[in-house]
């Protein structure tokens, strides 16, 4: 079946570095992809939605600028975390569409631990 | 807004026990109703899914009825496995899968 893999599955990185984070869709093509945050025990929210060859479109609060997203290929986006904080440690999960309404894939999430 | 409750983990089993991992929402209009579960190391895959009120999603043992007058969607399994350690998404959405709306999560635990 589709497969979606994400990259890395952890990281721990300093304060005010960058840290950049891959989604791919490895059989299939995905114009469109979505990330996800999750924070300690809270839900997983929707943070942004990739569009392959397009900006993409961020949910209500979640600064653009910080979290840099990049869909260059119609089988890879990116989510880079710039100038990263404390306070951006999280669970970052990626899903993409496969075509049929009620279905997406996910990738297997990043921890991310900002130190 | 649109919100789903579930309860906190974790929930420890021994094998063959029944679960029932319960699952509640705030939605407007007549959202469809989804159970994602993570297992370890891996990402986030569709178990069952119910579209309107009454309908029973099904598989690999696993069910949810959709409730639409107490507006739950509660998993049950008759008899977990050690296998089915892993953790447990409800969800939801009226705008399309796209736009899930995601409770907290529940780890299972079962031990032999």
């Known amino acids: 079946g589709a497969v979606v893999s994400q990259h890395p599955s952890w990281v721990i990185c300093k304060s005010g570095t960058s840290v950049k984070i891959e989604c791919r869709s490895l059989d299939f093509q995905a114009t469109t992809m979505f990330w996800y945050r999750q924070f300690p025990k809270q839900s997983l929210m929707l943070m942004a939605t990739s569009n392959e060859g397009s900006k993409a479109t961020y949910e209500q609060g979640v600064e653009k600028d910080k979290f840099l997203i990049n869909h260059a290929s119609l089988t890879l986006s990116t989510l880079t975390v710039t100038s990263a904080h404390p306070e951006d440690s999280s669970f970052y999960i990626c899903?993409?569409?496969?075509?049929?309404?009620?279905?997406?894939?996910f990738g297997q999430g990043t921890r991310l631990t900002v130190v | 807004g649109n919100s789903v409750t579930q309860m906190e983990g974790p929930v420890t089993l021994s094998e063959e026990a029944f679960l029932t991992i319960n699952c509640t929402y705030t939605?407007?209009?007549?959202?469809?109703l989804f159970w994602y579960v993570q297992y370890p190391g891996e990402g986030l895959q569709l178990l069952l899914k119910a579209t309107k009120a009454d309908d029973k999603g099904s598989n690999k043992g696993f069910e949810a009825t959709y409730r639409k007058e107490t507006t739950s969607f509660h998993l049950e399994k008759g008899s977990v496995q050690v296998s089915d350690s892993a953790v447990y998404f409800c969800a939801l959405t009226n705008t399309g899968f796209q736009k899930l709306v995601f409770g907290t999560g529940t780890r299972l635990l079962v031990s032999p």
């Open positions: 939605a407007t209009g007549y959202p469809s």
């Open positions: 899903s993409a569409p496969t075509g049929r309404v009620t279905e997406a894939f």
